[in-house]
């Protein structure tokens, strides 16, 4: 197995002190929004490897102490694309192409994200197809879609987190709505009243993305205030408010289920769900792919057609997850699609070795405490990347969260 080393993403939205206070070293004063775990091109885990005799003689080395060859530095997916059976495994090569199928993250917002949506597989092969034939560059601001996959996606909170994930009821949006008293916010209470499910929460998100600017800043201004005063369920509405000004996206928020996790809750977020994490910290997991629509709460291109093509306008419960134990005290937090498959391990003291062999690839974190993978020793925010069929054995006390597909 092959320790990783990661790239942590400095969006603005990130916390400056979770991620440093879980990997146990000073804060820099900038935001540390992502730690990225995996073979994503964007931003590649790095492993250190003996190179072949006759590989390249790129890339930063090590040693050699006993006479092997030295060891080089690369990037994950560059160690996958050479060999994906051997890193990979025969099956999980048949069923999700030469690739890793999944990205784990340790996420931290210190402040909300966009509001955004994924699109399904097939919405993605043809939006990717789409702009790609138009040669629309994939670092263009208005592009959509970076790749052909789809990106479903779990977080799993390590601390108490906020986030917003799915419709209310619009009955509920419009309750909502009118407990505020804003008058501006009475059309859309009406059109949230005045058709079925699907079509009230479509016209009511179309109508409010669609509306004047400064008439929606005035809006979101009088939300503000609004939430300010009366507070209870209405209370994030004021903080969204303060982080974007005269955004729709605070507006549509009022769609949306608020939700709390508590540590070892999660999330799972299917294709054409609306959603926005507000605060915390927590690992994160979704199939390879990069394709965000955004609805706001962001400064970014918002493409309302095509959002309301892919969006989903079904109300559910956000169906806050909790693990299902296995008998060797695996805790998985089940989902209804293949790429990925996260796992939580809490070991005691004194406890049995888990072996952990599989015939997929996995990525181990340790999110506490102090644990072994094999030989390596791993602290909290420490992780490993186990090629397919390799020998895993895991020992020591802490948590370990197991990254893997089913294949």
């Not at 407990?179 to 079509?199: I, N, W």
Request: hydrophobic fraction near 40%; charge should be negative.
């Amino acid at each position: 197995m092959d320790r990783l080393s990661n790239t942590v993403r400095p969006y603005a939205w990130g916390s400056t002190t979770a991620i440093p206070a879980l990997l146990g070293i000073a804060p820099t004063g900038e935001p540390q929004a992502e730690m990225w775990m995996g073979a994503h091109p964007g931003a590649p885990s790095r492993i250190t490897r003996p190179r072949p005799a006759d590989g390249p003689a790129g890339g930063s080395t090590v040693g050699p102490t006993d006479g092997s060859a030295p060891a080089a530095e690369q990037p994950l997916n560059e160690v996958v694309d050479a060999d994906p059976v051997r890193e990979l495994g025969a099956a999980a090569v048949a069923k999700f192409g030469p690739r890793l199928p999944f990205l784990l993250k340790i996420l931290a917002a210190g402040a909300p994200l966009s509001l955004q949506v994924h699109p399904d597989l097939a919405q993605a092969r043809q939006g990717y197809a789409d702009e790609e034939r138009r040669a629309v560059p994939l670092d263009a601001p208005h592009r959509l879609y970076k790749d052909a996959n789809h990106k479903p996606e779990l977080i799993c909170a390590l601390t108490p987190f906020e986030g917003l994930c799915g419709f209310r009821r619009p009955v509920e949006a419009a309750e909502a709505m009118e407990e505020l008293g804003v008058d501006s916010l009475k059309p859309y209470a009406d059109l949230l009243r005045a058709h079925p499910e699907d079509a009230a929460l479509r016209e009511a998100l179309g109508a409010i993305l669609g509306a004047d600017p400064a008439r929606t800043a005035e809006t979101v201004a009088a939300v503000a205030e609004a939430a300010e005063r009366t507070g209870g369920a209405h209370a994030h509405l004021a903080g969204l408010a303060h982080h974007f000004p005269g955004d729709a996206g605070v507006v549509a928020a009022m769609l949306l289920n608020h939700v709390r996790l508590q540590p070892g809750e999660a999330l799972y977020l299917g294709a054409g769900v609306p959603h926005a994490y507000i605060e915390g910290l927590g690992v994160e997991i979704m199939a390879n792919s990069d394709n965000v629509l955004r609805c706001g709460l962001t400064p970014k291109h918002v493409d309302v057609p095509e959002l309301l093509r892919i969006v989903r306008f079904e109300a559910a419960e956000p169906g806050i997850m909790r693990p299902e134990a296995s008998p060797l005290g695996e805790e998985v937090y089940e989902t209804p699609i293949d790429e990925f498959r996260l796992s939580r391990f809490a070991l005691p003291p004194g406890g049995t070795p888990v072996d952990l062999t599989s015939a997929g690839p996995q990525i181990l974190l340790c999110t506490g405490g102090a644990l072994k993978a094999g030989e390596l020793a791993l602290g909290p925010g420490e992780s490993v990347f186990v090629p397919a069929d390799e020998k895993t054995e895991v020992s020591g006390t802490g948590t370990l969260f197991r990254a893997t597909v089913v294949a």
